[in-house]
């Protein structure tokens, strides 16, 4: 009863009312990741595509339906409760009707970083995204549907664009007892339902899609610390490794062959399990597996079968891989899995644990142990990567086929006093940036990077390296500055109408003093999808205002062709004047859609075949009029629709 009435004072509505979050995703690495408030990250693959766990960042291709926390404990009176952020479950909506964490509405989401060119540059940041959610689990103290073990956790998702350390996302979890009692035989752990495949190739958004999503086609498995699982999954120069893995059995047919991981960094404190039985756990079960109650119940069909519950399940320091007891945990099926450590002995009111985990992404499963064992590494260094200059912000112009790419260089004075500019001050980077870990300035030069197409197949192309002429590297020197200071470099020979992602990377000198490589900036820092075009028609540079392509026919290369339905169609406006408004209306005279264009850089605007009412017009023979804000005048012409 103590427990019930401290949760309800605990959950006073007098505080800001901060909404629950499941926008967020961590976009400045490899890792795609899905993070929310609510106790669960991931997505269930909601039809609004937005990325789950999607690796490499941009490829659509997914590694996780959805994972979460839990917590199981041991209350004064005896009772074992155990509060979960997400468990087996068909979709968001049936996963939040089960999901036992909320968000704190009382504390916002804060979302910072380290690196000195983002525009939430913190000095307080662990990383270049640094996402702290708040939660509590008293989501259902009201109903009665679950018992609260009154526990605050405080979720730090971790996310780095440098080249050492972008492949994996660390999940830091700091639980705070609120309840206001003891509780004991703490155990806390990390429920995943992992799946891999591409969203491109099946689809797991649409149930009546002709190519479905397969839940039942990966493997799993893991690695345990030495002396604790069999020798052939341990990993001799990681002994302490604690992690699972799973892969698509086929990749998907070429199209989804990485793998995901996610492993256990640490706690706070040590666990204490009684002899012989090991300190960390790892189960996995085929989906709907999960077990119904918190502590142990006996079977419906059979009351006289006790099941484990899922205080159980956390305890049990179990290690399902290969064959045990007549199941193969080696065969591909829909698995779900978990990983928990534990006990500890007692968790006092007010009292803090912590416990972190890396979800990690690779190409194949000796990439995987290398990038899981980085961030164990800087997770033991607490939470230090190491990095060079930062990412510039970029400017977009555009002429004829090329896309002209600007930034600011930086600065080792104050632009108002001319005093000499802190150390950590964001108007240094990237070319007067100031290293934390040796003091002195290390910028060396940047990386172009360019790939054609608005999603990831491929490795993007280096179109340009430029390096200061110091006697280190290729001495060719930086690109020129522009009359704004900017420095400024041009693409061209581009198709027109067709999407571009650009990055500029900055990367420092090697320091043989301190024993440090090349590091170089994230290409996620500052990546940026364009349409290269005309530049916007002036009265000193008059353009005749055109459609392309013209006549458009579905299925061209505008299009978007993986999308389904009419999502995807584009034709564009060319030769516009920078302010103007874009009308097209059918023969008879019936507008059938207006469009704003507002942009000073840029002489075109996309259209995609969709009426006012976000419905797909008909083929046929269209009439197009765009008038200038500037002067008013008004230009008319025909476009040609054949679906």
Known sequence: MMLAALSLSAVADDGPPYPSR??????????????TNLGYFGTAFNPNRQPSCEYPNGTKVEHIYRGGIWVGARTPDGEVHVSTGAQDANGLEEGDSIREFRNDSNVDVRIISNSQNQDNYDADALATQHIECVMDDYKFVESGNHTPLGLKVVLRALAWGEKTADDFIILDYAITNISGVQLEDVYLGLWMDTTVGNTDFTNPYDSSATNRWSYYDDVNGAWGGKGFVPPAYTVDNDPDIWMAYEHDEDGDEGFATSWIGYRLLGTSEEPQPEPGVNPVSFNNWVFRGVPEKDDWYYETANPERALPGKYQIMSNGAFTVGEIDDVDYAATSNWVGMISTGPFPRLAPDETLTITYAIVAAEDSLRLLEYSKTAQVAYNDGFSIPAGPPSPRLNFNFRDETTVVSWEPGTEYDPDTGDLLAFDSPLRSPEFHISTITGNQDFQGYRIYRYQGEALKGEPQLVAQFDIIDGVGYDTGLPPLNAQGLREFSDGNLLDGFPYEYSVTSFSAPDAVNDLGELESGYYENSTVVYPGSAPSTPDNPRTIGVYPNPYRAGSLYDNRLVERELGRK??????????????????????????????????????????????????????????????????GKLVIIK
Do not use: M
């Not at 926008?23 to 690495?29: C, S």
């Not at 469009?595 to 075109?604: A, F, I, T, V, Y």
């Open 22 to 35: 499941t926008d967020i995703v961590t976009d400045k690495g490899k890792v795609a990741l899905t993070v």
């Open 571 to 636: 034709i564009w406006f060319t030769g516009l004047p920078a302010r103007c408004r874009i009308q097209v209306f059918t023969l008879a005279g019936e507008l059938v859609q207006t469009l704003e264009h507002d942009d000073p850089n840029s002489g075109q605007e996309s259209w995609d075949l969709l009426s006012g009412f976000d419905r797909a017009i008909a083929s046929g023979l269209y009439i197009y009029a765009v008038q200038d804000y500037a002067t008013g005048e008004v230009q008319r």
